[in-house]
């Protein structure tokens, strides 16, 4: 797989795998990089910008059957964010040309991607490093249990508990960082 | 409603997706429209000489027609009902199956005294041959019209049209089970015309069906 270094694709992953924690940290995680994205293209309009914050978090709920794991996650959020916004437009009855807010969202999707990425490489840094570890191993490299347990040299059950604890320590740092 | 707050309503119910959930979903609205067609098709009656034309060549020349561009079109309206999915090559490769049942068409003709062209053409049943397809294919079309209710398609018309063009296939693969005619050129122009038309109304519905 081309796309494992995608913390946010873990996430979903993970979250898809029915692991609640994860998908609340995803969503948490995805609130700075969509508030900026939609801030960028309505002009400081922000009761719209967290109006379509939210609708493109409870699509990306909602529709999370349609994220195809075998491509990157950044270009299926994006694509929902962007169709929020020409929703919205098409609703309101704006005349933009669509073909420009295309075109300009795809300038910007690649840095929304990567900022993203960056932030949650960040957060890695601020939870202990044997949960950073064991959650890289697992949810980014895609090992299951047993490897990422001989890979760190620890119990397999250690693992577990740090997977999970990781997950819950970086969903109160995404928290705390939105304070 | 802050964000905060939504994001711990939508934690809150975390069920696992299953790995194909998408594909199950657009199957299951298929199937189940397609068994109402083929209860369609039953009232309609099957063809008296199905067993038997089930040996031949044509019956399968016209499924191989049918079900070669249900599968594109599927294919395609899979594929758009991702918010970040394109056509891939599904809907041009349809181009293939009309080409290739153009080219038996013309193989009959070469066989067929030119007189007997107009009758080969229009066989008994033209004038409702298309509307049969077009209305076989409308159950199809509303079992993908529930199944889209979950997804994400982003191109609105493009899909519909393709979920439309796969209704119509499908349609006119069971319409194959009631419908007798045989030659080439009439499947290729009256079946061709009723999955255009369910393709057509497709991509006029789905801006204002398909939104999301």
Same mark, same amino acid.
């Given at each position: ?98 073909? =420009? !807010? &295309?075109? $300009? ?7 929304? /991607?990567?900022?993203? #990425? %960056? =932030? !949650? &490489?960040? $957060? ?7 949960? /950073?570890?064991?959650? #890289? %191993? ?42 | ?206 801006p204002r069906l398909l939104r999301w």
């Amino acid at each position: 797989m081309q796309h494992e270094d995608d913390p946010l694709r873990a996430l979903m992953l993970a979250g898809l795998a029915g692991d609640s924690v994860a998908h609340a940290a995803l969503l948490r995680a995805l609130l700075p990089a969509l508030r900026r994205f939609f801030r960028r293209r309505l002009g400081g309009r922000d009761d719209d910008v967290e109006d379509l914050v939210q609708e493109t978090l409870m699509a990306v709920h909602q529709r999370r059957a349609t994220y195809d794991p075998a491509r990157p996650f950044g270009a299926w959020l994006y694509a929902i964010a962007r169709y929020k916004l020409i929703d919205r437009y098409r609703r309101s009855g704006r005349t933009t040309s669509l073909d =420009d !807010l &295309d075109e $300009l969202a795809d300038d910007f999707a690649f840095a929304e /991607a990567s900022d993203a #990425r %960056a =932030d !949650l &490489d960040r $957060l890695f840094e601020k939870i202990p490093q044997k949960q /950073a570890a064991v959650l #890289r %191993a697992t949810r980014i490299e895609g090992l299951n249990t047993a490897e990422a347990a001989e890979r760190l040299g620890i119990g397999e059950s250690d693992v577990k508990v740090s997977a999970h604890r990781g997950l819950r320590a970086l969903a109160a740092r995404v928290r705390d960082s939105l304070r | 409603m802050n964000s905060e707050d939504l994001i711990a309503a939508l934690s809150r119910d975390v069920p696992p997706v299953p790995r194909h959930a998408l594909g199950r979903r657009v199957g299951l609205g298929m199937v189940v429209g397609a068994l109402m067609t083929l209860v369609l098709v039953g009232a309609m009656g099957l063809r008296p000489d199905l067993m038997r034309a089930m040996h031949g060549a044509t019956f399968w020349i016209k499924w191989t027609y049918t079900i070669s561009l249900a599968i594109c079109a599927t294919a395609a309206t899979l594929r758009l009902a991702r918010p970040d999915g394109g056509v891939g090559g599904w809907l041009r490769l349809m181009i293939v199956p009309v080409l290739g049942l153009a080219l038996i068409g013309v193989g009959e003709l070469a066989h067929t005294p030119r007189a007997d062209w107009l009758a080969m053409w229009l066989g008994a049943s033209w004038k409702v041959c298309s509307r049969n397809v077009f209305a076989l294919s409308m159950p199809i079309f509303a079992g993908l019209l529930w199944s889209f209710r979950r997804l994400a398609p982003t191109r609105l018309a493009l899909a519909g049209m393709a979920a439309g063009m796969a209704a119509g296939a499908w349609g006119a693969t069971l319409y194959c089970l009631h419908c007798p005619e045989t030659s080439a050129l009439f499947v290729l122009t009256w079946y061709t015309l009723g999955m255009a038309g369910a393709a057509a109304l497709g991509a006029l519905l789905g801006p204002r069906l398909l939104r999301w």
